[in-house]
Structures are given as C-alpha cells and as structure tokens.
C-alpha cells in the first residue's frame, strides 16, 4: 500500500508475555519513528532509525522495550515482560529524510491492552 | 519540562463558528519547526502544517489558517466557519533536535467538537 502500514492494529496480551509489534514505513523513506499515545502521557517520541541505525533510544522507557530494524524497511518494536502500564496506542511514522525533515507520515497504530 | 502547551484540552463550537486553537513552545534552538497534526475518531494522525522557525508568514489553506508569532512563541491555528467533519483532537509539535531526527515533541492535544 501506499501508506504507512502497522500490524496488528489491536494485541491484548496478559501480563508478563512479549509481544511484538511491526512497522511497514513507506517504501524509500530512510527515517522511521515510533511513538506511544496514552491518556496519561499523551503522544511519547520512544525511538528514531536513519536506515537500520537508531542514533536515538532516549525514549524508550525501559529496558523491557527494544526496536529493531532491517533492510531499511521494516521495524519491529518488542516488549518483554509487559505491564499493565505499557498499554496505549504504538504509532509507527516515517519520512523521506529526517535530515532534511520532511513531513511524517503515520500509521493507523496497533492498540496494546495488558490484561 | 512540557516543550509544546497546548492549554485548552476540550473546545465545543457549534457549526460555523470560527474556532481557534492555541499552541505555545518552547526551545532554546534558533532553528526549529513547528507542526500541527489532525487526529480524527479513527486514529491516524494527519499532516495539516510544517512551519520552520524562519518563516514567520502566517498561512491560509482553505478554511485553516495559522498565526505564527516568534515573540509569544506561539502557533496558533483558526478554523473558519467550522464544519462537523472538522471534530477531532489537534495537536500542535515542536521537532528541535537533530539527534533524534527531528522528531516531534507533541503537545496534550486539543479535543475539538462541533455540532450541528
């Protein structure tokens, strides 16, 4: 598709499971971005990738979550050991080149609920 | 710190009524963009405008328009004659830092309802 695409749009998981969850960015946009939406935060930045490299991890907000990313292409967002807590929406953006900071385009999101 | 308030949380207008939704930000960079994002009931953000700290010209598109002001550090964005379909959360962003890829820094949001 044309669009930025994430997968799968809803995941309830039980406490202390991992889940992953998958980004398809536009095809040839080179930075990828990850975000939470939760009601108590709002919209947190968690991590960027320029290619396959993810110059920045400050957002992540704990050791239980990594990201990953291969080919340039597809990411995935992992979460060990899920907490209740950790349920919000993850959005998945991509742009053409975060250097020269061109528009992001974001998914639909994929809606985590830890029971 | 909060880098983008967006003080009004819930806005109630009834169908063409002008409405205008506040955003101030806050950075120490002298090269920085400021964004506003439309999220309607089915999730995905949608682009509305990029502004980069350079341009202090306001823009209109449509029944948008926005009010760029460096000496409030404001960003202000108006709908005119305001329609049902414009009911959504808007959010104003900052992106500041390249490090991160410019990635937006958002604000809480701005619940916007209108009605018939």
């Known amino acids: 598709g044309a669009g930025v695409s994430q997968s799968p749009s809803n995941k309830v998981t039980e406490k202390g499971k991992d889940v992953e969850l998958r980004c398809d960015p536009i095809?040839?946009?080179?930075?990828l971005y990850w975000y939470r939406q939760s009601l108590g935060q709002g919209l947190e930045f968690l991590i960027y990738f320029q290619g396959n490299s993810a110059p920045d991890k400050s957002g992540l907000p704990s050791d239980r979550f990594s990201a990953e990313r291969t080919g340039g292409s597809v990411s995935t967002l992992t979460i060990q050991r899920t907490q209740q807590e950790d349920s919000a929406v993850y959005l998945c953006a991509s742009s053409l080149d975060s250097i020269l900071n061109t528009e992001a385009f974001f998914g639909q999101g994929t809606r985590l609920t830890v029971v | 710190a909060q880098k983008v308030t967006q003080a009004q949380t819930e806005i109630s207008v009834v169908e063409k009524e002008d409405v205008t939704l506040d955003c101030v930000y806050e950075t120490r960079d002298t090269t920085y963009y400021l964004f506003w994002y439309k999220q309607p009931p089915s999730g995905e953000l949608v682009f509305l405008i990029r502004r980069n700290s350079f341009d202090e010209q306001n823009e209109i598109s449509g029944r948008y328009s926005w009010n760029f002001q460096k000496s409030t550090s404001s960003f202000n964005f108006t709908i005119t004659a305001s329609q049902v379909v414009d009911s959504a959360v808007y959010f104003c962003?900052?992106?500041?830092?390249?490090?991160?890829?410019?990635?937006?820094?958002f604000g809480k949001g701005t619940s916007l309802l209108v009605t018939p």
């Open positions: 095809s040839g946009h080179t930075a």
């Open positions: 962003a900052l992106s500041e830092a390249p490090n991160s890829g410019y990635a937006l820094n």
